[in-house]
């Protein structure tokens, strides 16, 4: 099969409070216009199709770093920044979750009316990968969002979440336009999880093409259907453990940022006055923008940039949050007027950690990291969806004796 990819995740209920919200959508946009400037619309499309990328995207944006709502959260953030801004980038997202996942032929059709693509064909694709995954892969997941993203040439990438009422768990599906041949024929991108045993013919009427398709898939032994298929399945634990994330990689990125000063590297200059802890951020945020596929394994390690609503591995840092995302939009704004110093230092700092990787040694376990977190959390203006972080007994007079 010549499936993208999939991710299994717990399912977590509550919401994302509107002070992450906000961020979430701001950070979304400056991500998404920094990938078209370096490397196009097409790859903001390929990025999205990855499970592994998307779920990294996730964590960096201060959600649950592994919940089922990482997926609704996320798209809903990249449609309410992006689609203001689709004539300019070239982006438009189209369905999303529950009767918003309805209006997405609609909504495809009135892009396709601006940019004069064909409309029937990518209704017809956007249908026919919701009728697969919910019809025709009969895995205990029944779809409940589905979000079409397409550029104006004509990439598509479809995330859509199924739920498994069973064990709690829910499903998502990745299929991306360039890898996919046939609706019938191995379509994904990918689709990862537990096996829950034979693939099913498709039996409804609007699923007949795909029926040849799905029986050869059925006869196929399960070792060889998976060879090709990204496989992203996340614990059920809510915190952080270390088997969750390459310390090698994200302690070289805190002994880059924290130990060593921009004034270090002739590079980083112009990031000159960002403290220790923004540079953190940044150096992941970077890592998100230019990382290759590989680095996204663990995608545990990019909650380390702006913690999590619930408060896990950290609260979210407000402070760092909101400078980060000033950095980074400044960057992307000079960079369209030819002043690209800026941008061409952040990007810096994903290579500068990688080069870091290869001599590092880590000293300390993640939970000491942990803890150093969320004690100087209050500092950064750290916030949970319970409420702000409070500085330890006397932490907070012997900071203020310390300004003084």
């Not at 060593?260 to 940044?282: A, I, K, M, N, Y």
Request: with cysteine; glycine share 8%; hydrophobic share 35%.
């Amino acid at each position: 099969m010549n499936r993208s990819g999939a991710a299994d995740l717990p399912l977590h209920y509550g919401y994302v409070p509107t002070w992450l919200a906000e961020r979430m959508a701001k950070l979304g946009l400056a991500i998404t216009e920094a990938l078209i400037a370096d490397y196009g619309k097409a790859e903001v499309i390929r990025r999205l199709s990855d499970p592994f990328w998307f779920q990294s995207l996730g964590a960096v944006m201060g959600m649950d770093w592994h919940s089922s709502g990482v997926t609704t959260s996320v798209m809903g953030a990249l449609k309410r920044a992006i689609n203001p801004h689709s004539r300019e980038l070239g982006i438009y997202i189209c369905g999303g979750k529950g009767k918003f996942s309805r209006q997405a032929p609609e909504e495809i059709r009135n892009v396709c009316e601006s940019t004069g693509l064909d409309g029937d064909h990518l209704v017809r694709c956007s249908k026919l990968s919701a009728k697969v995954d919910n019809t025709a892969v009969q895995d205990g997941f029944q779809l409940y969002m589905h979000s079409f993203v397409l550029t104006d040439e004509g990439q598509w990438t479809v995330i859509q979440q199924g739920m498994s009422e069973g064990n709690s768990m829910a499903r998502r599906y990745h299929w991306h336009s360039a890898n996919l041949a046939s609706f019938v024929n191995g379509p994904h991108t990918a689709v990862c999880g537990l096996n829950q045993g034979m693939i099913l013919n498709m039996t409804d009427t609007a699923a007949n093409p795909a029926r040849e398709g799905i029986l050869t898939i059925s006869r196929e032994k399960p070792e060889h259907m998976m060879q090709d298929v990204q496989q992203l399945v996340l614990p059920s634990h809510h915190d952080i453990r270390q088997s969750d994330v390459d310390l090698k990689r994200l302690g070289a990125v805190l002994w880059l940022t924290h130990e060593r000063q921009p004034s270090d590297f002739e590079e980083l200059l112009l990031l000159e006055g960002v403290g220790p802890r923004t540079l953190q951020s940044l150096a992941l945020v970077s890592e998100v923008i230019h990382g290759t596929p590989v680095r996204f394994r663990d995608p545990a390690r990019f909650a380390f940039a702006h913690g999590g609503k619930d408060g896990h591995p950290f609260p979210v840092p407000i402070k760092v949050y909101d400078e980060t995302i000033g950095i980074l939009q400044t960057a992307v704004q000079k960079a369209k007027v030819g002043q690209t110093d800026k941008k061409e230092a952040i990007r810096k700092l994903s290579e500068l950690a990688r080069a870091a990787e290869k001599d590092f040694t880590p000293t300390e376990g993640l939970d000491k990291l942990i803890e150093k977190e969320r004690t100087e959390s209050w500092m950064h203006g750290g916030r949970t969806v319970f409420g702000k972080a409070r500085p330890p007994e006397g932490q907070k007079k012997t900071h203020q004796l310390r300004l003084f």
